[in-house]
């Protein structure tokens, strides 16, 4: 089955202790993204990828890292986190060239 | 900048009732723009597309019209079923900047038997 996947899909941790949220697709996607979900806000991009070792801000870069080694894996890195990045995080694929957008099911984030 | 603005949530209404969820947006030039439904503990999904002024996108019975002169691109629906719950998503995508999607902050419809 075509999906894209994340784990964990719930996580509550603490300031300042690094976490990564990982993110695989099965679909040989050139394109990765990762957004964020506030309420009122809707989704606000935080990194894209549009192939190996290609990496991007997007629009809420701060406190956040990324790395594609991999064209099936795109992990997301809180080196230091904070109650700010308390969020619904998302990541995304898309194959070059088309419109749609493959979401994973979500990780609900909770930073004490 | 690029934005999209959508009406507030939430929107109730009872089955079989007509469903219009207003979306506007700015941008330069002839962005793409989309609408994504999210259905509750899920990923977004997209619902229709539209890639140029005056198209229509549709999908399971859900309607939208790129109107380049008001910027506008709202969703509407005959006749909305409860499976119909979700939040929806207006989005755009720059003409000159494939990779990044800007979206509106979500409207939550509420569909009661």
């Known amino acids: 089955e075509a999906q894209v996947t994340q784990n964990p899909r719930y996580l509550i941790t603490v300031t300042g202790k690094k976490l990564t949220v990982t993110c695989s697709q099965n679909m040989n996607h050139e394109y990765m993204s990762w957004y964020r979900q506030d309420p009122g806000l809707g989704l606000r991009q935080i990194y894209y990828?549009?192939?190996?070792?290609?990496?991007d801000k997007g629009d809420v870069p701060e406190g956040y890292k990324v790395s594609r080694k991999e064209k099936r894996n795109f992990p997301l890195i809180l080196e230091s986190p904070s109650p700010n990045q308390t969020s619904l995080y998302f990541c995304a694929s898309r194959l070059q060239g088309t419109y749609e957008q493959y979401f994973g099911p979500g990780t609900r984030l909770t930073v004490t | 900048g690029n934005s999209v603005t959508q009406m507030e949530g939430p929107v109730t209404l009872s089955e079989e009732a007509f469903l219009t969820i207003n979306c506007t947006y700015t941008?330069?030039?002839?962005?793409?723009l989309f609408w994504y439904v999210q259905y509750p503990g899920e990923g977004l999904q997209l619902l229709l597309k539209?890639?140029?002024?005056?198209d229509k996108g549709s999908n399971k019975g859900f309607e939208a019209t790129y109107r380049k002169e008001t910027t506008s691109f709202h969703l509407e629906k005959g006749s909305v079923q409860v499976s119909d719950s979700a939040v929806y998503f207006c989005a755009l995508r720059p003409d000159n900047a494939g990779n990044m999607l800007t979206f509106g902050g979500g409207t939550r419809l509420m569909v009661k038997p």
């Open positions: 941008a330069t030039g002839y962005p793409s």
């Open positions: 990828s549009m192939n190996v070792e290609v990496t």
């Open positions: 539209a890639t140029k002024a005056d």
